[in-house]
């Protein structure tokens, strides 16, 4: 089954405490993506990666760092987590070699930063 | 800057009844135009996907139509059913490198019985 997993689905965590999330996907597929979905304000991306070792940023990514070491691994790592990093984060990821391919996403990753 | 905006914010409806959910936007240049369901607290899943030369596409009791011109589509639900109360995301892609994509507000939809 096509999958994107995000782990972990919750967590609550103190200002400045490095953290993970991992996001790992079973379809082979070279680009994925991370979102922030906060209310009233939609999905925005942070970091996307078009193939391993290659990451570029998004619309938001100050405070977030991204790394693609393997083709289906692509952590988000938050260095020094603050309150206004509490948010859902999805991971995504889909096929290259064609604007219209399906976009996978993750269940999310509640993040609350106290 | 690249913007999409959906309307309305939110829709109640009863059971069985139709509905059209709104999505303008200015993103450019223009790839492709992506619909996607989404449940509270769980991920987006796509719905339909259209380029620049397709006008309408459907899945099941879901119909998007896309106008390129006007830069303005739309989602029909027809005969609608609880398990449609969710959040109708469009989603818009830029054809760059990164094919970045710009998401809509959503649309948030209750179906009542």
């Known amino acids: 089954e096509a999958q994107v997993t995000q782990n972990p689905r919750y967590l609550i965590t103190v200002t400045g405490k490095k953290l993970t999330v991992t996001c790992s996907q079973n379809?082979?597929?070279?680009?994925m993506s991370w979102y922030r979905q906060d209310p009233g304000l939609g999905l925005r991306q942070i970091y996307y990666?078009?193939?391993?070792?290659?990451?570029d940023k998004g619309d938001v990514p100050e405070g977030y760092k991204v790394s693609r070491k393997e083709k289906r691994n692509f952590p988000l790592i938050l260095e020094s987590p603050s309150p206004n990093q509490t948010s859902l984060y999805f991971c995504?990821?889909?096929?290259?070699?064609?604007?219209?391919?399906?976009?996978?996403f993750g269940e999310g990753s509640w993040l609350t930063v106290v | 800057k690249n913007q999409v905006e959906q309307s309305p914010q939110s829709l109640i409806i009863l059971e069985g009844k139709n509905c059209t959910l709104q999505?303008?936007?200015?993103?450019?240049?223009?790839?492709?135009l992506r619909w996607y369901k989404q449940d509270t607290g769980r991920g987006p899943v796509s719905l339909t996907i259209?380029?620049?030369?397709?006008n309408t596409k459907s899945n099941g009791r879901y119909t998007a139509t896309l106008d390129a011109d006007t830069k303005q589509s739309s989602l029909h639900i027809t005969a609608s059913q609880l398990s449609d109360s969710a959040s109708y995301i469009c989603?818009?892609?830029?054809?760059?490198?990164?094919?970045?994509?710009?998401f809509g507000g959503g649309t948030r939809l209750m179906v009542k019985p």
């Open positions: 379809m082979n597929h070279e680009y």
């Open positions: 999505c303008n936007y200015t993103v450019s240049p223009f790839s492709n």
């Open positions: 259209m380029t620049f030369s397709e």
């Open positions: 990666s078009m193939n391993v070792e290659v990451t």
């Open positions: 995504a990821s889909r096929q290259t070699g064609g604007s219209g391919n399906t976009i996978y």
């Open positions: 989603v818009v892609s830029a054809y760059n490198a990164g094919n970045m994509l710009t």
